[in-house]
């Protein structure tokens, strides 16, 4: 059974290492995946074979580089998380590495740290608690279809957007996040995002450009925004206005499932209630460190690195793929590469 996957996935590696540079393997998306021992008709480039998604899964997400399925994380891990949440907002735990990001509009308010002042908080591989969430075995059996058996999780998140202060900084304007990783072949690579209630277009929902993961990586800059634009929430500058967006409205456990080339952003929080979606990055153990100098990607790695250096307090040392290696957890499988 993990023959054509096997296969599929050494055919994507050979097509990322046949790129002749790392600039050239930025622009290109990896391309000629099909396996040879692949059972199905169609040539399968975003997916690889596997017995969990049906046919009209897998061909939704080839086409529109999302797959949202319902209901898929229960409402007892979704309180444990939700308690963890505020624990930490509270400071009574400190997991090791954690970031925690206040609204650019509220940083300079001098509010104890609470749940009603952080807007996200990055990096938990640390918390066993929160860290549940990239074991889950229902996540990881879908992600699994995506990146093969050996699964790291490369980046945690739990997101809890504030209402609006009517300045628009609740925003999240429209990136891909590969603009944030050093690794690829991207189409190893694939991001959780599960709805922790229900979330619609007044607080905020995400917002996809279908089929956006089939181009390549674009530019991406600070928006310029008057209200303000939050630390490291770089966006696309040049994408078309006219390009159709859609609105995912989710459920409370929901859990939508996307390419880190599909273009994304979420929307103004119009309610009083804190927006929260809890989501992890995976990847394939097998994909590779790539250098982004001369890259699009130089400009947030510089960011990366210099976050990291203060946080640290190092100078100098790191570099872009360090910042990533350090955080990175193995949840199943292997640890190959990363
Ligand atoms: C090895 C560890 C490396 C960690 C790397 C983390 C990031 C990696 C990103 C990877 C993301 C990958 C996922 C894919 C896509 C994600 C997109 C994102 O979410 S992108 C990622 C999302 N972004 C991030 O993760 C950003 C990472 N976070 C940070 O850099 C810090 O938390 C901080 C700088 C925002 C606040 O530092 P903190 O020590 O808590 O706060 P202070 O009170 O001391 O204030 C210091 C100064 O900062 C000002 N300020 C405060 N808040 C904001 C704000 N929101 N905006 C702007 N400015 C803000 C504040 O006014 C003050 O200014 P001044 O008085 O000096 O003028
Ligand atoms: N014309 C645009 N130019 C740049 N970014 C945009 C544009 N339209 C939307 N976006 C980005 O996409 C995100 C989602 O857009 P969306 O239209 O859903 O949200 P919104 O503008 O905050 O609220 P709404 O349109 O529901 O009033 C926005 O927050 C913004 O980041
Ligand atoms: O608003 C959200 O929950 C999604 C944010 C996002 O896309 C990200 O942090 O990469
Ligand atoms: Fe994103
Ligand atoms: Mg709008």
Redesign the pocket.
């Known amino acids: 059974m993990n023959l054509p996957r096997a296969g599929a996935r050494l055919q994507i590696l050979l097509g990322h290492l046949g790129q002749p540079s790392a600039p050239a393997i930025v622009a290109q998306p990896v391309s000629g995946l099909a396996s040879p021992a692949s059972f199905h008709p169609e040539q399968f480039q975003y997916t690889l074979d596997n017995n969990v998604l049906s046919l009209e899964q897998r061909k939704f997400y080839e086409e529109n580089g999302f797959l949202v399925i319902k209901n898929l994380v229960s409402d007892d891990d979704i309180q444990r998380f939700r308690a963890e949440f505020e624990r930490i907002c509270r400071e009574e735990v400190k997991p090791p590495g954690i970031v925690i990001m206040r609204d650019v509009a509220l940083a300079k308010q001098d509010y104890m740290l609470s749940d009603r002042i952080v807007s996200k908080i990055q990096d938990f591989q640390e918390d066993e608690e929160l860290f549940r969430y990239c074991l889950l075995p229902e996540i990881l059996k879908y992600v699994e279809c995506f990146t093969g058996p050996n699964i790291m999780a490369l980046h945690g998140m739990l997101i809890n957007k504030p209402p609006d202060v009517g300045k ?1 900084t609740s ?4 990136h891909q996040d590969l603009h944030y990783f050093p690794f690829r072949p991207s189409n190893l690579i694939v991001c959780a995002w599960t709805a922790m209630e229900h979330i619609d ?1 007044n607080n ?1 929902c995400l ?1 996809v450009l279908p089929g956006t993961h089939k181009g390549t990586l674009k530019p991406h800059a600070y ?1 310029k925004w008057e209200g303000g634009v939050n630390k490291m929430y770089h ?1 696309i500058q040049d994408y078309d ?1 006219n390009s159709p ?1 859609v ?1 995912l409205v989710m459920e409370k456990g929901d859990t939508v499932f996307f390419h880190p080339l599909l273009i994304h ?4 929080n119009r309610t009083q209630g804190f927006r929260k979606a809890i989501s992890c990055h995976f990847g394939s153990s097998d994909c590779q460190f790539i250098d982004v100098s001369g890259t699009s990607q130089e400009n947030i790695a510089k960011e990366v690195v210099e976050m990291a250096e203060k946080k640290y307090g190092f100078q100098g040392v790191m570099d872009f793929k360090d910042t990533w290696m350090f955080r990175s957890r193995l949840v199943k499988g292997e640890r190959i590469n990363i």
């Open positions: 628009k925003r999240h304007p429209l277009r905020g917002v928006p966006g206005p967006r609105h952003g979420s929307g103004r």
